[in-house]
């Protein structure tokens, strides 16, 4: 029992160990000179080895079956303890926290090469470290205080990241926006602990003993608020955009492939705790929904490719969020097949999107880098020059959109069927009907947009002069292919990691009575997907007996138009423009232009583009006439020491009349 | 065995000849002598023989297009029951995998077509994945409701288990919920009103307008996997529009060839009457077979 005990402490120690190598793996290389690259892989070697030190940890941890392991240790602070602790449901995010930041160490070491970035690159080197290492300890966090410090530490250290090229005014702009997001967030975190530990007594975060209802209700609701500015729920989704588009393209990658995450960490963490309320399921389901809904449409009006990559994220911590819906809405009734089919498929998209989606922002960095440009519209035909990163942006394409044989259709798959599971549910068909309809529209829309990814950058010929693009060198191509291997490895494979999600649901929900290999036959779906490969495989090969097989090479068949140009092909805007058109109610399009209609039409010019709704919307005009208002409220502002006690006295006088009030009324 | 046998040989030797039936109705409409029945057979056997022209915009994925049609649609073929007797295949949550299979086929297809770099193939695919955005709900409120009266998650079962309720207490339901697949039927396998097969207008067309730049084997396996997909959906449409057996297998298996040529008859009766309809027209028509299959869901609600 005592050895049992040592070993699983064992992996807590390798995680802690490994995590103070990440935090610290940007400090060396502030002793090298600023261009040194020496310096950079310095910084690299020790994000790789901490993370993984780490890994190795956590799959310790999850093949001792996930046991608990808990390590508490006091402190300076007059508040909280230094309590960390292991189980399968940090693991699930633990993992992807220590392989995404490493490959993205990696992928910098070539795209961001501190010799030509040179103002800025150990700076982003710092805030990499520390941030890999702050979302670590978040999710390690037993405890409300250290929860907060190193939620806070995160949030720093990504504006940090996402400012890396600070002498450009969009970026210190879209980094301002998520300042104030992420801190408002904060906030709501703070009064969620503080109502929590005046609630149950402690900030730690263990099963409280008992809690009324309105006081689970609030604190339900305060996770909601203040995980989903992190997570990017609609409609505080609006700092997340601007941040993705103008970070360093590794920086992204890990800020929505991990970062967003651990805000749905967050939920998951508190909702494991709380008594789940009646209402709490349906809301959490239609939120998701939404936010899905929404998050894939606004991404297939962007031009840009990193917006578009953005929003899609959105729409991915939507699905996660509808499958914690339906779990939440599953423990309320007892429902374990609910539970484990929502809440395992919503782990596993976890793990799907923070492969596939650092992918495509790996991806998207190299596709920028050769072509100049991060606008969809002014690309094209980077499938010849770049035919290696064509084949991964496919991947990443096909597991995004969920299609079967990638790791993406696995996880909407227990999705659907958990939807498809509540129709045997008592007065639970809403659940059904908004959960599978609205998982096919968010697939067929996800279709569209990444259909017009691709084929914006890769497909047709360039719409502006030809692009000189190259495939990139090693190390960016290698951390792509390991992602891209791994989306094909949990497609075919995906009965191989259901005993770690069985693990993790249990651990959210201890009541929960099954396993996920009983109530859905996954192993029919990687048999399914090695039959696509192997007909696809077959077909390939098949092509080369045809009888004349030797393809004789034509310009593309424009109804006998000898002389096609690039700027005649259809753009990736006028793509979508139907769907965008279909969803013209939620979208507000901008267009804008002269068009001169007629025969002999000289010049003209047209715009057409979709700005965010919250932000561009409403968020910053109202930023403005507040910042209109405010020089009124200047009278009072006079500069003479004794007026300024007369307004302390009288505000001191007020707050004790309305004190004086509550008391005796 | 037997009927696995039967089932696959149905699946990949008889869905040329649908095609051959709707032409000969339509040529029977017009007045004509029209196409042999087994046209399309010839048809196939000539492109095979021809040599491959391609563009030189084009990369692999111009290839992946048909092969990954064909293959998504034949392993489809295996997921639905054709008539009274069970698919080869068949597991609970099999129809998901059934709709995303063609989803997966939309997207090489369209991204094949992107690769040409022709307008005209831009229009087309524009077109397929806006109609696709209406179409996937429809089709999964479908599956909602037949899951819901068999009270099964597997397309066999399903399909089967709601063979009684046709009659009795989900009449209305039914009628609905077939309305809507068969417009979703026409959408999916380009038939007149949505698309014209037969036309050579590029500008109008959606699946046509895609596949323009493939020719030879190309075009032949296209065709091919096209005519696969039109049984396959017929095959599920039978099932919830005409679920009749007798309970003996060869008997069954007639009845479900007679049903198919039967709906083939419909199509080519359909499109001799009725023209093509404006292309800004067409979202209106499946946002029917949207309502419809969503209307069939809500009368269960009672």
Redesign the interface.
């Known amino acids: 029992m005592g050895r049992a005990k040592e070993t699983r402490m064992l992996s807590l120690w390798l995680i802690l160990s490994g995590m103070a190598l990440q935090g610290f793996s940007g400090v060396p290389a502030l002793a090298f000179s600023r261009r040194s690259m020496a310096g950079q892989t310095t910084t690299f070697v020790l994000l790789a080895v901490g993370s993984l030190l780490s890994l190795v940890g956590v799959v310790l941890n999850a093949l001792g079956i996930g046991g608990a392991e808990e390590l508490t240790v006091p402190w300076f602070l007059p508040w909280g303890q230094f309590s960390v602790g292991l189980d399968a449901l940090g693991n699930v995010f633990l993992a992807l926290i220590f392989v995404v930041p490493a490959l993205g160490a990696c992928y910098g070491l070539g795209y961001w090469r501190q010799a030509d970035h040179g103002d800025n690159g150990r700076r982003l080197g710092l805030a990499f470290g520390v941030l890999t290492a702050a979302m670590a300890l978040v999710v390690l966090a037993r405890d409300g205080v250290l929860f907060l410090l190193a939620w806070e530490g995160m949030a720093l250290a990504a504006f940090f990241a996402i400012t890396t090229e600070d002498d450009n005014d969009e970026v210190r702009k879209a980094g301002w926006v998520y300042l104030v997001a992420t801190h408002v967030g904060t906030l709501c975190l703070l009064a969620l602990f503080g109502f929590w530990a005046r609630e149950t007594g402690s900030f730690s975060l263990l099963t409280p003993g008992s809690l009324t209802r309105e006081a689970a209700d609030a604190l339900f609701v305060l996770a909601m608020v203040g995980f989903g500015f992190k997570a990017g729920l609609m409609p505080l989704h609006f700092w997340l955009p601007g941040a993705h588009a103008h970070a360093p393209s590794h920086v992204s990658a890990v800020l929505s492939g991990v970062m967003l995450k651990v805000g749905v960490y967050g939920i998951l963490r508190i909702t494991s705790l709380l008594p789940v309320g009646e209402w709490w399921g349906i809301t959490v389901l239609i939120l998701g929904i939404a936010t899905g809904i929404l998050g894939i449409a606004f991404a297939l009006g962007q031009q840009d490719l990193k917006r578009l990559l953005a929003y899609s994220s959105i729409e991915n911590i939507g699905i996660m969020v509808a499958g914690l819906g339906l779990a939440l809405w599953g423990r309320y009734q007892a429902r374990d097949d609910w539970v484990l089919l929502g809440l395992g498929g919503s782990l596993l998209h976890v793990w799907n999107h923070g492969l596939f989606k650092p992918l495509l922002f790996f991806n998207a960095g190299a596709v920028i880098h050769a072509a100049g440009t991060r606008s969809l519209d002014r690309m094209g035909g980077l499938g010849r020059s770049m035919p290696f990163t064509m084949a991964l942006f496919m991947v990443g394409a096909v597991a995004i959109c969920g299609l079967p044989p990638l790791n993406g259709f696995v996880g909407e798959w227990y999705l659907y069927l958990g939807f498809f599971h509540t129709l045997q549910g008592t007065g639970a068909l809403m659940a059904a009907a908004a959960g599978a309809s609205g998982l096919a529209l968010i697939g067929a829309l996800a279709l569209a947009c990444f259909v017009k990814a691709g084929s914006g950058i890769f497909q047709g010929t360039s719409r502006e002069g030809e692009i000189p693009g190259h495939d990139p060198g090693g190390s960016l191509l290698v951390p792509m292919v390991i992602l891209a291997a791994l989306c094909v490895v949990l497609g075919v494979g995906a009965p191989l990691v259901v005993p770690a999600l069985d693990a993790a649901v249990a651990a959210w929900d201890p009541g929960a009575n099954s396993s996920l290999a009983a109530l859905a036959s996954t192993p029919w779906i990687s048999t399914a997907a090695f039959a696509v490969f192997l007909g696809v495989g077959g077909g390939a090969l098949g092509v080369k007996f045809l009888p004349r097989a030797k393809a004789k090479p034509v310009v593309t068949w424009d109804c006998g138009y000898a002389r096609p140009t690039g700027r005649m092909q259809y753009t990736a805007s006028s793509l979508t423009d139907g769907v965008v058109r279909l969803f013209g109610f939620i979208l507000w399009s901008r267009e804008g232009g002269k068009l001169r209609r007629g025969v002999f039409a000289r010049k003209w010019s047209f715009r057409k583009g979709v700005p965010d709704v919250v932000l561009d919307r409403w968020l910053l005009p109202f930023a403005k006439l507040v910042g209109r208002m405010v020089p009124r409220i200047r009278v009072f502002q006079q500069g003479q020491t004794h007026v300024y006690l007369l307004y302390i006295l009288m505000i001191t006088l007020f707050l004790f009349a309305v004190a004086g009030f509550w008391r005796h009324p | 065995m037997i009927d696995v046998i039967v089932h696959c040989t149905l699946l990949l030797v008889f869905p040329p000849l649908v095609l051959g039936v709707i032409s000969k109705t339509k040529a029977w409409f017009a007045g004509r002598r029209g196409a042999p029945f087994l046209q399309l057979y010839f048809d196939l056997f000539k492109l095979?023989?021809?040599?491959?022209?391609?563009?030189?915009?084009?990369?692999w994925?111009f290839?992946?297009g048909p092969?990954?049609t064909?293959?998504?649609v034949?392993?489809a073929g295996l997921l639905v029951p054709f008539g009274a007797s069970a698919a080869p295949?068949s597991?609970?949550?099999?129809m998901?995998?059934f709709?995303?299979?063609f989803?997966?086929a939309?997207?090489f297809t369209?991204?094949a077509a992107?690769?040409?770099?022709?307008?005209?193939?831009?229009?087309g695919?524009?077109?397929e994945?806006?109609f696709?955005?209406?179409?996937?709900?429809a089709?999964?409120?479908a599956?909602?409701v037949l899951?819901?009266l068999s009270?099964t998650?597997s397309l066999t079962t399903m399909l089967h288990g709601t063979t009684g309720s046709f009659l009795t207490t989900a009449t209305p339901t039914m009628v609905l919920l077939s309305l809507g697949l068969f417009i979703v039927l026409l959408a999916e396998c380009s038939r007149i009103p949505v698309d014209d097969p037969t036309t050579h207008l590029?500008l109008t067309m959606v699946h046509e307008a895609m596949v323009?730049?493939h020719g030879?084997?190309w075009m032949a396996v296209i065709e091919y996997a096209s005519s696969l997909k039109l049984l396959v959906l017929g095959a599920v449409l039978m099932n919830v529009a005409f679920p009749f057996s007798t309970g003996i297998g060869w008997a069954d298996w007639l009845i479900f060839v007679a049903g198919i040529l039967g709906l083939s008859v419909l199509l080519g009766v359909l499109e001799s009457v009725m023209a093509r309809l404006r292309m800004n027209r067409v979202?209106y028509l499946l946002v029917t077979a949207l309502l419809l299959c969503?209307s069939s869901?809500l009368l269960?609600?009672r």
């Not at chain 2, 095979?48 to 990369?59: A, E, N």
């Not at chain 2, 696709?132 to 709900?137: F, G, I, K, Y």
């Open positions: 095979m023989r021809k040599g491959l022209v391609q563009s030189t915009t084009t990369t994925v290839r992946a092969v990954v064909l293959t998504v034949v392993l295949v597991f609970p949550g099999d998901i995998l709709a995303y299979l989803a997966l939309r997207f369209t991204s992107l690769d040409t770099g022709s307008s005209f193939e831009g229009m695919s524009a077109r994945i806006t696709a955005v209406l179409t996937e709900p089709i999964f409120f599956f909602l899951a819901k009270g998650l590029e323009l730049d030879g084997p979202p969503g869901f269960l609600l």
